[in-house]
């Protein structure tokens, strides 16, 4: 493992319970950052954190990221113990299931816009500021590739991740001149607890995709986030960084 310095920061990471979310925040420990994780899911919220085995370096807050009065108060929370915020991870998430465009139900549409868009909007909402006023900030939206693409079957997927692209975009634009670096990775499919919400035709057509031929994998994930996250990450804004396997290279 290569070191990235993150000596002294203080980082949330969103959907943080397990899978990708769970890697970054311990590629981010293992960089000497103290980590706050969000999830709705307390007990395996619970379970990640003690897997993690880095006693205080570590908090947690079950975040309903939809809701704006939840994410505020986690992130005064974590004002509270680690006295700032430096790096925030928007890696929370829902696929929906898949359907035609037609055959989706509108409550599923609406729910993961809801989670997938809203959420990081409500996060940034809520933390950027005070990066701003510090004059120090990371912010990394866990986008996909689907979101350039549009993956078929899964038309709520791939728009509510095209969003995070260009909220990415928009939110670097206005905080470039405050010291906050804002920009978005963009995964092809790597293999976590999410699989379970998608069909097998899904995920074979996913993976025939991939130059590679593999799925990703979360320590990958975590290493490009990890630097993404650091001091030395800092004339790059607004970027969506692929991690794809070769699927998607712009």
């Known amino acids: 493992m290569n070191q990235i310095d993150l000596a002294g920061r203080a980082a949330v990471v969103t959907g943080g319970a397990r899978g990708i979310g769970l890697a970054i925040a311990a590629r981010l420990i293992a960089s000497g950052a103290r980590v706050a994780l969000w999830d709705r899911d ?54 929906g299931g898949n359907a035609k465009s037609w055959d989706l139900a509108p409550a599923d549409w609406r729910q993961v816009l809801d989670v997938n868009l809203t959420g990081p909007f409500l996060t940034c909402r809520a933390i950027v500021p005070g990066m701003m006023a510090a004059r120090y900030g990371r912010v990394v939206n866990v986008a996909s590739i689907a979101g350039k693409e549009g993956n078929p079957n899964a038309a709520h997927y791939s728009a509510s991740k095209a969003g995070v692209i260009a909220l990415t975009k928009s939110i670097a634009k206005e905080t470039a001149d405050a010291g906050v ?45 990890a630097w993404l996250a650091s001091e030395e990450c800092s004339f790059s804004t607004g970027a969506a960084f692929d991690i794809s396997g070769g699927r998607a290279t712009y």
């Open 181 to 225: 670096i804002v920009n978005c990775i963009t995964p092809a499919a790597v293999r976590t607890a999410m699989f379970d919400q998608m069909s097998q035709a899904h995920i074979d057509f996913m993976l025939s995709r991939i130059p590679m031929g593999r799925f990703g994998k979360v320590e990958e994930l975590a290493a490009l986030v």
């Open 42 to 95: 307390g007990a395996t919220l619970t379970q990640g954190a003690t897997s993690l085995q880095a006693g205080e370096a570590v908090m947690t807050a079950v975040v309903d990221v939809t809701d704006e009065a939840s994410v505020g108060a986690a992130a005064q929370a974590a004002r509270a113990r680690f006295g700032k915020i430096d790096i925030l991870v928007n890696n929370a998430g829902i696929t």
